[in-house]
């Protein structure tokens, strides 16, 4: 398998919870590591740009106006197959309809705070890894 680079979002829901070390503990159980890290306000033209792909959805105001209403953990996590793994500890977007154990299933509230955001797939893992981190704030280890 790959050793690939995702780039993993606790939102601002998660934060408010206090669980940042409980879902950065899922990570590392499942063999990912924290290369990089920052807990930040993104201002709203931050927020509009990195979610630029849905610009044209029903649902980005809303988007936005979550994504700036507290701070998040921003990470990049390295190991085996990462985008998938991450994807696949997150669960479904709706946490309505995420698997028993999952991150969502078990800290988010709604479709709109769903406590995470992992990257999709190695060009827009590598877009949203430069789009918080310059590669000298990454530590591979
Ligand atoms: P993310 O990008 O945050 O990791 O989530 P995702 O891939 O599972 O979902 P995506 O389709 O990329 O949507 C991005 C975020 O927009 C919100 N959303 N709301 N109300 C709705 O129908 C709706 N659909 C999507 C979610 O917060 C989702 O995480
Ligand atoms: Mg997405």
Redesign the pocket.
């Known amino acids: 398998m790959a050793i690939e680079r995702t780039l993993s979002?606790i939102?601002p829901d998660a934060v408010a919870k206090n669980v940042i070390g409980q879902i950065v503990a899922r990570f590392e159980q499942a063999g990912l590591k924290v290369i990089a890290a920052s807990l930040k306000q993104l201002s709203r033209s931050e927020a509009e740009r990195f979610?630029a792909?849905?610009s044209e959805?029903?649902?980005f105001k809303?988007?936005v106006d979550?994504m700036v209403s507290g701070p998040v953990f921003v990470q990049v996590l390295e190991g085996d197959n990462a985008i998938q793994k991450n994807?696949d500890l997150?669960g479904?977007?709706?946490p309505k309809k995420a698997e028993a154990g999952t991150i969502r299933a078990d800290f988010a509230e709604s479709?709109?705070?769903?406590a995470?955001?992992?990257?999709?797939a190695p060009e827009t893992a590598a877009v949203e890894i430069a789009f918080f981190f310059p590669e000298s704030n990454i530590h591979s280890r």
């Open positions: 979002i939102k979610y792909v849905h959805r029903p649902f809303d988007l979550f994807r997150m479904a977007t709706d479709i709109d705070a769903n995470v955001h992992g990257s999709d």
